[in-house]
């Protein structure tokens, strides 16, 4: 049976931020859940935070028609127009990232936007299997161990040779789907981030990643700033 950890949770036990988990999402292969068990996608973030401002929207509307004169008219320029414009960017935003995974998703820029999906997610499950991978702490540097011997070192390079061979893989097959994905991104990819494992369970370098595979990239432009800085 599937167990599962709610962000608030997660939290407690990292002594995270809301925007951590948000961070986990698209980097660290964290997939949130409803409580049916259905993923939940960015794009259902965003359709929930519009229909909020939908609802509020319904009532200024409302509200508006309780005054007259100069006192509606204000009410129309300070409250309901900004309201509108506000959900059109909205809608175009959603647009953009309708069919997008959290790990092709980036950190939109309006704040109360931000605020929303780290919300969102901090009161949403995630499979406890991948939260263990998402707290697990790196060994302790500096901690003694003993000189590993030359038959270890060659196992060690085995691994790393079938993992490169691996990430190389992977690379390949995004890059000719999606020429545009950065060489950032790839290195954060959920599979990607699977794979680059070393023998004991813990992560190989970025750096390293980026050596395996950055001469596979067909666009290694740097990283691009978030739609919505973007279109401002």
């Not at 973030?45 to 009532?59: A, G, H, P, T």
């Not at 008219?73 to 997008?100: F, K, N, V, W």
């Not at 302790?140 to 691994?159: C, I, V």
Request: glycine share 6%.
């Amino acid at each position: 049976m599937q167990e599962w950890v709610h962000g608030y949770q997660i939290k407690k036990m990292g002594e995270l931020r809301d925007v951590e988990i948000l961070q986990g999402c698209i980097t660290k292969g964290l997939t949130p859940h409803h409580d049916n068990g259905r993923p939940v996608m960015p794009a259902d973030v965003m359709v929930k935070y519009i229909s909020d401002l939908e609802q509020e929207l319904s009532r200024l509307d409302e509200l508006a028609w309780d005054f007259s004169g100069a006192e509606r008219e204000r009410m129309i320029h300070d409250d309901i127009e900004p309201l509108q414009a506000r959900l059109q960017g909205c809608r175009t935003y959603l647009g953009s990232i309708r069919a997008a995974n959290w790990d092709e998703f980036e950190l939109p820029a309006e704040q109360d936007m931000l605020g929303h999906f780290s919300s969102f997610l901090t009161n949403a499950r995630f499979p406890a299997e991948e939260v263990d991978r998402f707290l697990r702490k790196p060994p302790t540097l500096g901690d003694p161990e003993e000189a590993p011997s030359s038959e270890t070192k060659s196992a060690r390079l085995r691994h790393a040779q079938s993992v490169n061979e691996k990430c190389r893989e992977i690379a390949k097959r995004i890059w000719e789907r999606q020429p545009d994905f950065t060489i950032a991104a790839m290195i954060n990819h959920s599979e990607m981030v699977r794979h680059a494992v070393k023998p004991d369970g813990s992560s190989y370098s970025e750096i390293t990643i980026r050596n395996w595979i950055k001469d596979l990239c067909p666009n290694p432009r740097p990283g691009r700033r978030s739609i919505v800085a973007a279109s401002e």
